[in-house]
C-alpha cells in the first residue's frame, strides 16, 4: 500500500470514529491520570505520525491534558530557561519593577506578587505568585488598534535571561507548530488546517508567562497563621474543592487559547488537573516532557468535541518556590474561530454548537480582566 492510501485509510479511520465520539457526547472524562504521548515521529514528521495523531485526539477528547516526550526541544534549554528565571525572580523589587506591567505597557513585564486573580461573584481573590507576561510584538498603530498590541518588556536587567528566553520561545513555537499538525491530523482535517490565516508558527499571537510561585503558606491571606497555610487550602492540596474566595498559588481555571505547553520545575508538584467527578489529578513533573492543555479556541473549532479542563496550581511545599513558565501558542490575533463546515459535515451534523468569534476580542476580554494592578 502507498503512503498516500495508507494516510487516507488513517484519516478514514479517524473520522469514523471521531464521528462515534461526537454522536456520544457523554463520553466521561473520569480520568484518574494523564496520558504521556511520544511526539517523536510528528515532530520528525516522519510517516508513523498518524499514530501519534490518534493519540493526541483521545487525550484531547478523554482529558484535555497530556504530556510530551521526544518534543525535541534540547533538555539544556529547558533547564537554561528555568534556572535563569529563578535567578530573575530573586533580584531586587526595584529592579523588577523597571518593566512593572501597566495599561501603558500593554499588558506586557513584571506583575507583582498577588495582581493576577481569581474572580468569583462578589469579588476576586489574590494569585500567590509573580510573573513576567510577553506576547508575539506588534505595533500599536496597527488597524485595528489593541490595547494588547505593542513591544515587550524584555527582562534584559539579566542578559543571560533574556538570551534563554528567546531561545526558548522559538523552539516552543516549531514545537507547537508540530503539535497542532497533529491535532489537526487526529480531527480529520489537513494537516495544516492551523497555519496561515488562523495560527502558525509565524502568525500565532503567542504568550509566553514565565510564573514564580513561592511558597503559598507566605500568602496574603496567610500571615496571620501559624504552622503553614489555612485550613481551606491545605484541603485543596489533598485534592478538595474549595471555593474561589480561597487564596490558591493560581486559582480554578480554563486556559482562553489554543494550546498551552508549559516547562515546569522538577522538584516541586503543584499543578493539579480537575476531571469530570470534580476530583484534582496531580500533574507531577515528568523528567524530559512538557505538560500540555488545550485552550477554548480548540473547544470551538472542534466543534465541541475537545473541551479544556479546568486546573489550579497549589505550591504546598514550606520552603521551595516553584517556577513554571507555559508557552501559550495561539491563534493569530485577527482570525475569526469557528469549526470548519469539512469537520461539521464530517461529524454528521448541520448546525454548528459554537458561533465564530474573533480571537483578538476574546483575548482583549480576558487579559483586561486578570488583573488587579
Not at 463520553?27 to 516522519?46: A, C, H, M, N, Y
Request: glycine share 6%.
Amino acid at each position: 500500500m502507498s503512503a498516500a492510501a495508507v494516510a487516507r485509510a488513517c484519516c478514514a479511520s479517524m473520522i469514523a470514529q471521531i464521528r462515534r465520539q461526537h454522536h456520544c457526547q457523554n463520553t466521561k472524562r473520569w480520568f484518574q491520570s494523564i496520558p504521556v504521548v511520544d511526539v517523536g515521529s510528528l515532530v520528525r514528521e516522519e510517516q508513523a505520525a498518524s499514530n501519534v495523531a490518534q493519540q493526541l485526539h483521545k487525550a484531547c477528547h478523554e482529558v484535555g491534558f497530556f504530556y510530551v516526550s521526544n518534543h525535541g526541544v534540547p533538555a539544556q534549554t529547558c533547564q537554561k530557561v528555568l534556572q535563569e528565571a529563578h535567578a530573575w525572580f530573586a533580584l531586587p523589587e526595584h529592579t523588577k519593577r523597571r518593566i512593572l506591567i501597566r495599561a501603558d505597557t500593554h499588558y506586557r513585564g513584571y506583575q507583582q506578587l498577588g495582581a493576577n486573580v481569581t474572580r468569583y461573584e462578589d469579588g476576586y481573590q489574590r494569585d500567590w505568585h509573580e510573573a513576567i507576561d510577553l506576547y508575539r510584538e506588534q505595533s500599536p498603530q496597527v488597524f485595528p488598534a489593541s490595547p494588547i498590541h505593542g513591544p515587550n518588556q524584555w527582562p534584559t536587567q539579566r542578559p543571560t535571561f533574556d538570551i534563554a528566553l528567546r531561545e526558548y520561545i522559538d523552539s516552543m513555537l516549531h514545537l507547537g507548530q508540530h503539535l497542532m499538525r497533529g491535532i489537526a491530523m487526529g480531527l480529520g482535517l489537513p494537516t495544516n488546517f492551523f497555519e496561515g490565516q488562523l495560527s502558525g508558527r509565524d502568525q500565532s499571537y503567542w504568550c509566553t508567562r514565565v510564573i514564580h510561585y513561592p511558597p503559598l503558606a507566605q500568602g496574603t491571606s496567610h500571615r496571620n497563621r501559624e504552622g503553614g497555610i489555612r485550613e481551606a487550602a491545605a484541603a485543596a492540596v489533598q485534592g478538595a474543592e474549595v471555593n474561589r474566595s480561597v487564596q490558591l498559588s493560581c486559582g480554578e481555571h480554563t486556559d482562553y487559547g489554543l494550546l498551552t505547553l508549559v516547562n515546569q520545575d522538577p522538584h516541586v508538584s503543584a499543578l493539579q488537573v480537575k476531571n469530570q467527578q470534580g476530583q484534582w489529578i496531580s500533574a507531577d513533573p515528568i523528567p524530559g516532557t512538557f505538560v500540555c492543555n488545550i485552550g477554548d479556541m480548540l473547544k470551538v473549532w472542534s466543534n465541541g468535541l475537545y473541551k479544556p479542563t479546568p486546573h489550579r496550581v497549589i505550591n504546598a511545599d514550606p520552603s521551595q518556590s516553584r517556577v513554571s513558565i507555559p508557552f501559550f501558542y495561539e491563534p493569530c490575533y485577527e482570525a475569526i474561530v469557528e469549526p470548519p463546515i469539512a469537520l461539521v459535515n464530517k461529524l454528521g451534523t448541520r448546525l454548528h454548537q459554537h458561533t465564530q468569534l474573533r480571537y483578538g476580542s476574546h483575548l482583549e476580554g480576558k487579559v483586561l480582566n486578570n488583573f488587579e494592578l
